[in-house]
């Protein structure tokens, strides 16, 4: 986890051969070799604003052309992505911290430790698992840290996340090998979006072709796509067979819903397995159970004991004291029936902090 630019400090103490880890870790760890979690940005952000605080042209152009510090490339503690020079701090001993459960820092403030304890399990990856912009492998998505004017070494965040956040957040399981978006939703759902979105005119070789579309418009607002359960198999999409292929791996009740459907003939028994078998190609048994480690989930039942009470209105009935005397009224539910709603995808079972 050390910088690079704080290696100098340290290699003395990894490379001692008095060391417990020196025979698993010392004999591989060099001034550059292994990568750092932490890219230091100190030098390269100092720079960039400097030369945009010039007011000149030509360093104001040099700042446009660094592509280092002019692209969402910092990853957030809590998920999100950021401009070095948007991005807020956290001190850098409470992220290790939360890290490093095992270890206890004593130079940490304790107080604060509640502003990184939903931080996201996936800030920390292997070194060829990160994101990236585009799909570029030299646009990485990556922590990144800053020395401040006092020599203390900070986390960068994003510009909603400065000084960390105490509030439990929702983490998606992350998508494997890149997050584009197929152009279309998937078909392959209980309920699947019918967007109702005019399409603009076209210009042929001889001719116009245009789209007609149908929207409903009334007080509260317009109407532009509608809710059906019919799927579209004519749609042909590398990206969104790739979508089908991961929620068949990782679906096991979109495999009922698939079979439904050829009951019903809305698809083919040959397509159906053909999806099956590309799902299994694609993602075997146990290849995804690295992307979902540190996603969050609200289980069934809890979902269900939420709900419980809630008339038609949304109100409770609950029993006040009015006058030292118990009377039933209805009120709005303004606290939750269980702690911990929100539960972390834990391969050890551990599950969210209490």
Request: hydrophobic letters at 35%; glycine letters at 6%.
């Amino acid at each position: 986890m050390i910088p690079s630019t704080m290696r100098p400090w340290w290699i003395s103490l990894l490379i001692d051969p008095n060391q417990d880890w020196f025979h698993s870790y010392g004999q591989r760890c060099s001034l550059i070799y292994p990568r750092p979690l932490f890219d230091d940005r100190t030098s390269g952000l100092s720079n960039f604003l400097n030369d945009v605080e010039s007011h000149h042209p030509g360093r104001f152009v040099k700042a446009l052309k660094d592509e280092k510090e002019f692209l969402p490339n910092v990853m957030c503690p809590f998920g999100c992505s950021e401009y070095c020079f948007k991005g807020k701090h956290i001190a850098w001993d409470l992220v290790i911290q939360r890290l490093l459960l095992k270890v206890l820092l004593p130079l940490m403030d304790k107080a604060k430790y509640l502003f990184v304890q939903h931080m996201w399990d996936q800030y920390d990856r292997e070194d060829d698992d990160f994101d990236t912009i585009l799909l570029n492998k030299e646009w990485e998505i990556r922590p990144t840290i800053v020395i401040s004017d006092s020599g203390c070494p900070q986390v960068v965040t994003c510009r909603n996340h400065g000084g960390g956040s105490k509030y439990q957040v929702l983490y998606p399981p992350r998508y494997p090998h890149h997050h584009l978006s197929a152009k279309f939703t998937d078909q392959l759902c209980p309920i699947v979006l019918q967007p109702r979105i005019a399409r603009t005119t076209c210009a042929k070789q001889f001719c116009t072709t245009l789209g007609m579309s149908c929207q409903f418009s009334h007080f509260s607002g317009i109407d532009s796509c509608d809710v059906g359960l019919n799927c579209n198999t004519s749609v042909t999409s590398k990206l969104l067979c790739s979508h089908e292929s991961i929620a068949l791996a990782g679906r096991p009740d979109l495999h009922s819903l698939l079979s439904r459907k050829v009951a019903g003939g809305l698809i083919s028994s040959e397509f159906s397995s053909s999806m099956k078998e590309e799902s299994m190609r694609r993602f075997p048994c146990g290849s995804l159970t690295k992307y979902v480690q540190g996603s969050t989930f609200v289980p069934f039942e809890d979902t269900i004991y939420i709900q419980l009470g809630i008339g038609e209105e949304g109100e409770n009935t609950v029993s006040c004291v009015k006058s030292d005397r118990y009377e039933g009224g209805k009120c709005r539910r303004s606290w939750a029936r269980s702690i911990y709603i929100v539960q972390t995808e834990d391969i050890h079972c551990y599950g969210t902090q209490f």
